[in-house]
């Protein structure tokens, strides 16, 4: 199994010297990816509910420092060698497909094959409206970057028309690095969503509240797989908040971790406890040296 961090992407910890310390200290530790989530702005009164806390708040003043992803990601790209650099989740259907399927390729070129797209239909709905995208109809807007974006990953020349999106005869170089394109990983515990991945993508990055059901849901992706023509046998699933590293309680997250491993987690991304995120490197390089190494094999 793979071990991720989230980096310090959100308040007075996503600084530069912060921010390249951390990562250059996971990288050289052996963590296997690097993430980041993702917002454009924040609103002073969020009227939308959050669906991954109790209250339905994100759990940070909107006026703190909020790092936009893909450009962290293409800094990291220089500062770190090997590690993944992946997004946990870009919102797909509120980014233009075109335009960001040309950054994406580009972070994977200069990473030299290290990107990875997780991505999802997004929660806030007024996050859209401000940005000016529709909100309705998202999901088959997704269907349609999905498409879009794989095609100009890896044919020479696309010709794609839908009902939202159309490109005839471009090109968009260079192509990411990796064989196939960018891996896509789709985040959401929906029917919908599941089927979603089996159609259209490479895994499933789940969260700890798929956990009760995670085999059983993931059995709807690879259904899904079967029924479009492709091999279930390929998708994967990922863990979004696999756990907390804390100093005090190291040997029960990598308990958990190892359980993750037996139900055939294939990546599992930890968050730094916040008041750690200034000083995490001793914390990095201690669980890598009691832990990483076994639960990698």
């Given amino acids: 199994m793979e071990i991720g961090l989230h980096v310090p992407q959100v308040g007075r910890h996503a600084n530069v ?6 990562a250059r ?15 454009v702005v924040l609103q002073k009164e969020q009227q939308s509910k959050y669906p991954y806390s109790a209250d339905g ?38 980014r233009q497909p075109v335009l960001h399927a040309k950054v994406m390729a580009t972070i994977d070129f200069l990473s030299r094959g290290r990107f ?24 088959k807007r997704m269907d349609e970057c999905l498409q879009l974006v794989r095609a ?4 020479e020349w696309v010709n794609f028309e839908g009902e939202f999106y159309e490109a005839k005869d471009w090109t968009c170089n ?13 985040g959401g515990e929906s029917r919908g969503q ?31 797989a079967q029924q479009a023509g492709r091999d279930p046998s390929q998708l994967s699933i990922a863990i979004e908040g696999a756990g ?38 001793p914390l990095i390089e201690s669980f890598a040296a009691k832990h990483l190494v076994a639960l990698q094999r």
């Fill in 194 to 224: 599941l089927q979603r991945i089996g159609k259209y993508a490479d895994g499933w990055l789940a969260t700890s509240k798929s956990l009760p059901n995670l085999l059983e849901d993931f059995d709807i992706a690879r259904e899904a």
């Fill in 244 to 281: 907390m590293l804390d100093a005090d309680h190291q040997e029960q997250t990598a308990a958990h971790l190892g359980r993750l491993k037996e139900m055939g987690v294939r990546h599992a991304i930890l968050g730094v406890h916040p008041r750690l995120m200034g000083e995490a490197a």
């Fill in 57 to 94: 708040n994100m759990g940070f003043p909107p006026t703190m420092d909020f790092l936009e992803p893909l450009t962290l990601l293409t800094y990291l790209a220089g500062v770190t060698t090997r590690a993944r650099l992946g997004t946990s989740v870009l919102v797909l259907p509120m």
């Fill in 25 to 39: 200290c996971a990288d050289d530790a052996g963590f296997d990816g690097l993430w980041v989530f993702d917002h």
């Fill in 174 to 186: 260079p192509k990411p690095v990796q064989a196939g394109g960018i891996p896509i990983w789709l």
């Fill in 17 to 22: 010297d912060n921010v390249t310390t951390f």
């Fill in 152 to 155: 100009l990953w890896t044919q």
């Fill in 116 to 139: 990875v797209l997780g991505a999802g239909v997004g929660w806030w709905e007024q996050e859209f409206e401000v940005l000016s995208v529709p909100w309705e109809r998202r999901g």
